[in-house]
T-cell receptor
């Protein structure tokens, strides 16, 4: 069975600084990986995904993520954080067993301070 | 183009009552997924449906929970005889097709069982 780990419950960063939110995965076969963001009392918004191709994936709102097969990681990054980026971020991996369900990590709370 | 619609946004039930949660997918999407988010946890997959078919219900509790996606109308997640442990946020997602497609999430229904 596939799994996703987000080792940090919370990440704090100053506005204007680069941010990284970590994600590692475990899956048999080629992974389909996703990042979503959740604002308070809202649904999840899709940021980006990796299916195949270039290891650096660019997504919405200036976010990007780097797929690293040898380290089984898919860290989310942004060169310059904004206060409005403060939210809960989820990494997810798609089922490789023929279905389409997503397995989510436990989430990382990002706090960007002035 | 409206996104995924869920109603009600908030639902309060007493123990033993029934809860019905509705989800209308994005226009042109024929695949629907239900996830549950318990307090302080990530999202857990419950069920994956296409029109008139349940594709994967591996995450559904064996009793009291059922889901449908009829030919006409929204998808319904039904919880019979609710218990306090059912209190959670229930999210619906949709995709145009299955394999590898991005799932787009609705705002969720927050169920509180008294």
């Amino acid at each position: 069975a596939q799994s996703v780990a987000q080792p940090e419950d919370q990440v704090n960063v100053a506005e204007g600084n680069p941010l990284t939110v970590k994600c590692t995965y475990s899956v048999s076969g080629n992974p389909y990986l996703f990042w979503y963001v959740q604002y308070p009392n809202r649904g999840l918004q899709f940021l980006l995904k990796y299916i195949t191709g270039d290891n650096l994936v660019k997504g919405s709102y200036g976010f990007e993520a780097e797929f690293n097969k040898s380290q089984t990681s898919f860290h989310l990054k942004k060169p310059s954080a904004l206060v409005s980026d403060s939210a809960l971020y989820f990494c997810a991996v798609r089922d490789t067993g023929g279905g389409n369900k997503l397995t989510f990590g436990t989430g990382t709370q990002l706090k960007v301070e002035l | 183009n409206a996104g995924v619609m869920q109603n009600p946004r908030h639902l309060v039930r007493r123990r033993g009552q029934e809860a019905r949660l509705r989800c209308s997918p994005m226009k042109g999407h024929s695949h629907v997924y239900w996830y549950r988010q318990l307090p302080e946890e990530g999202l857990k997959f419950m069920v994956y449906l296409q029109k008139e078919n349940i594709i994967d219900e591996s995450g559904m509790p064996k009793e009291r929970f059922s889901a449908e996606f009829p030919k006409e109308g929204p998808s319904i997640l039904r919880i019979q005889q609710v218990v306090r442990g059912d209190s959670a946020a229930y999210f619906c997602a949709s995709s145009p097709r299955g394999q590898g497609e991005t799932q787009y999430f609705g705002p969720g229904t927050r169920l509180l069982v008294l």
